[in-house]
C-alpha cells in the first residue's frame, strides 16, 4: 500500500522512483483540485506540470512540519492563485474573468450537462470570491479538515470557517435566484 511514509523512504533510497510513486499518488486528487479552481483542461494540465516540477526540486528541503499531501496541496493552491491572478492583470476585470471560465466550464467536459443542477452548482462556486472558492472546493471537495486548509492556505481556522460559511450562502442564494 502506497502512502506518504512509503514515498518518503523509497525517495531517500531512489529519488526518481520516489517521485514516480509521489506522482502516482497525488496525481489525480491534486489536478482535480486545481481544475475546480481553473475549470480548464489545459490550464489544470500546465499547472498540475509546474507544481510536480517545484515538488521535485524542492522534496530534498522537504521539513516534514506538516503532511506531504498538506505541502503539495500549498504548492498547487498557490501556483492557481498566481495563474488566476496573472489571468486578473491581463482582463479589464474580475468579471471577465468569471465570464472567461463559466464559458469555458460550459464548453468542457467538466460537469454532466445532462444534470442542470450541476451545472448550476459549478457556476456558483465560480461566482464565489477566490479565498471563499479555494476553502470551499478543499472542504467540500477534496474533504480536507479546517486544520489541514489552515496549513494549506496559512489562514486561521476561524477565518475558514467563515469563508466556508459565506461560501454556502452565497452558492445558496445562486441556485434560489438562478
Not at 506518504?4 to 520516489?18: F, L, Q, T
Not at 498547487?76 to 463559466?102: D, G, H, I, P, Y
Amino acid at each position: 500500500m502506497i502512502n506518504e511514509d512509503k514515498i518518503r523512504e523509497v525517495w531517500a533510497s531512489n529519488p526518481e522512483r520516489g517521485f514516480k510513486l509521489l506522482i502516482d499518488f497525488f496525481q489525480q486528487p491534486i489536478y482535480w483540485h486545481i481544475r475546480r479552481l481553473v475549470v480548464s483542461h489545459e490550464n489544470a494540465e500546465d499547472i498540475l506540470q509546474e507544481v510536480f516540477i517545484r515538488v521535485f526540486r524542492h522534496l530534498p528541503q522537504f521539513r516534514e512540519e506538516s503532511s506531504l499531501g498538506t505541502w503539495i496541496y500549498r504548492i498547487a493552491t498557490n501556483e492557481c492563485l498566481r495563474f488566476l491572478n496573472m489571468r486578473k492583470e491581463q482582463a479589464v476585470s474580475a468579471e471577465e474573468v468569471q465570464e472567461e471560465l463559466m464559458n469555458k466550464l460550459m464548453a468542457s467536459d467538466y460537469v454532466d450537462y445532462e444534470n442542470e443542477m450541476a451545472v448550476k452548482f459549478q457556476q456558483a462556486i465560480l461566482m464565489l470570491p477566490e479565498k471563499q472558492r479555494v476553502v470551499f472546493n478543499l472542504r467540500y471537495y477534496d474533504e480536507l479538515e479546517y486544520e489541514e486548509i489552515s496549513r494549506i492556505t496559512d489562514t486561521k481556522v476561524d477565518t475558514l470557517k467563515v469563508n466556508y460559511h459565506y461560501a454556502k450562502e452565497k452558492i445558496k442564494e445562486y441556485m434560489i435566484n438562478n
